[in-house]
T-cell receptor, first 114, second 112 residues
Framework: AQSVTQPDIHITVSEGASLELRCNYSYGATPYLFWYVQSPGQGLQLLLKYFSGDTLVQGIKGFEAEFKRSQSSFNLRKPSVHWSDAAEYFC????????????FGTGTLLAVQP | DGGITQSPKYLFRKEGQNVTLSCEQNLNHDAMYWYRQDPGQGLRLIYYSQIVNDFQKGDIAEGYSVSREKKESFPLTVTSAQKNPTAFYLCASMSVAGGGYTFGSGTRLTVV
């Protein structure tokens, strides 16, 4: 079955440190990949998406992600974390067309230390 | 501004009662989705609809029902058959062009 794996349930980083959140997806010929962020008690907000082309994509709030087909990965990065980045982050994938329903990972909860 | 409105934000239900969660969008999106979110389990798909008057079961449809009589609206009914309904419910929509979901701000349902 198609799936998304976020191996880190919880990550803590210091403010100003760099961040990388991992995401692996099950094999698919044409994955469309997304990262969402969720603040407590809120809906999910789209950070960035990858459909095709340049494998390094830029998103909002200073986030970027790199698609690596050989590793079936789509890791999210930020060079310097701010306290306001503390939230839960979800990776999602869809196959066979950008209009298909999304499959979500279980999320990574990010805590930021002062 | 266009968006998705979920109401109410908090909902309390007595055991044995049905309750309906509202989801309205003014984005002119064709597809709409209902997800359930529990701690540590991510988002699980309940029902989805890609066109008016048509909908499909997701991964955890038992104990839930939906309707799609209007493009803008996709209400979810949590029935008494749902054994563990306490959760955070998220509604989302997507345009025919794809590009990912737009989410509502969610409804937290608590059974008392």
């Amino acid at each position: 079955a198609q799936s998304v794996t976020q191996p880190d349930i919880h990550i803590t980083v210091s403010e100003g440190a760099s961040l990388e959140l991992r995401c692996n997806y099950s094999y698919g010929a044409t994955p469309y990949l997304f990262w969402y962020v969720q603040s407590p008690g809120q809906g999910l907000q789209l950070l960035l998406k990858y459909f095709s082309g340049d494998t390094l994509v830029q998103g909002i709030k200073g986030f970027e992600a790199e698609f690596k087909r050989s590793q079936s990965s789509f890791n999210l990065r930020k060079p310097s974390v701010h306290w306001s980045d503390a939230a839960e982050y979800f990776c999602a994938v869809t196959y066979g067309g950008a209009t298909n329903k999304l499959i979500f990972g279980t999320g990574t909860l990010l805590a930021v230390q002062p | 501004d266009g968006g998705i409105t979920q109401s109410p934000k908090y909902l309390f239900r007595k055991e044995g009662q049905n309750v309906t969660l509202s989801c309205e969008q003014n984005l002119n999106h064709d597809a709409m989705y209902w997800y359930r979110q529990d701690p540590g389990q991510g988002l699980r798909l309940i029902y989805y609809s890609q066109i008016v008057n048509d909908f499909q079961k997701g991964d955890i449809a038992e104990g839930y029902s939906v309707s799609r009589e209007k493009k803008e609206s996709f209400p979810l009914t949590v029935t008494s058959a749902q054994k563990n309904p306490t959760a955070f419910y998220l509604c989302a929509s997507m345009s025919v062009a794809g590009g990912g979901y737009t989410f509502g701000s969610g409804t937290r349902l608590t059974v008392v």
